[in-house]
């Protein structure tokens, strides 16, 4: 089918544990984006990526690791968890649309609930 | 500093009535608006969009309103039903394409 995938929905980790969050897209857009979720803190950029093989940070890039080697898979690893890293964690994609940009949304997928214990 | 306000986490509104969601921004650099709708367990959908070069855009029951000199944005849903209970996301972009988000509205439409 196509669409936005995300696995794991649901992880529980350990403290100082490596983690990887996988997203994949079938409509080849070339933008992907990483935003995690918190209680009153709305969606905040994590990782972002313009094309395979180019990333760039967001708001709140500590303690993560992104990845592009193909447009469709957008890898998201925690290198060693901490419990400030719970969160529901969201992947999206998006086209640009040349001056238009990213103005016809995002398109999200379901999203992982990670808990670090 | 927090770029896209939302300053009203919750709203309560009868079924067929107005519900006006509202958005506060403090970056003049952000020319485009978006409105995306949550529900639980799954991921923002895009609801509604509009340039900074407009002051409003239409789409069936949703208008989003943008007053420029006031950094102000809104969202009207009318009539409002049930099925709009949800959470509704405001999210600015700029020329770079990367979105800013509030923190979201928490609407609640009551049969």
């Known amino acids: 089918d196509a669409g936005i995938t995300q696995s794991p929905r649901y992880k529980i980790t350990e403290t100082g544990r490596q983690v990887t969050l996988m997203c994949h897209q079938t409509w080849s857009h070339s933008y992907m984006f990483w935003y995690r979720q918190d209680l009153g803190h709305g969606l905040r950029l994590i990782y972002y990526s313009a094309a395979a093989d180019i990333t760039d940070k967001g708001e709140v890039p500590d303690g993560y690791v992104v990845s592009r080697s193909k447009t469709e898979n957008f890898p998201l690893t925690l290198e060693s968890a901490t419990r400030s890293q719970t969160s529901v964690y969201f992947c999206?994609?998006?086209?640009?649309?040349?001056?238009?940009?990213?103005?016809?949304?995002?398109?999200f997928g379901s999203g992982t609930r990670l808990t670090v214990v | 500093d927090q770029q896209v306000k939302q300053n009203s986490p919750s709203l309560s509104v009868q079924e067929g009535r107005i519900s006006i969601l509202n958005c506060d921004y403090t970056n003049s650099m952000f020319d485009y608006f978006l409105w995306y709708k949550k529900y639980p367990a799954e991921g923002p959908t895009f609801l509604i969009s509009i340039s900074s070069i407009k002051d409003k855009n239409e789409d069936g029951r949703f208008t989003v309103f943008l007053n420029k000199s006031a950094k102000h944005l809104s969202l009207h849903i009318v009539p409002s039903q049930p099925g709009d209970s949800a959470v509704y996301f405001c999210a600015a972009n700029t020329n770079a394409g990367k979105s800013t988000f509030g923190d979201g509205t928490t609407l609640t439409v009551k049969p």
């Open positions: 999206a994609s998006s086209e640009w649309l040349g001056d238009r940009g990213h103005n016809y949304g995002y398109t």
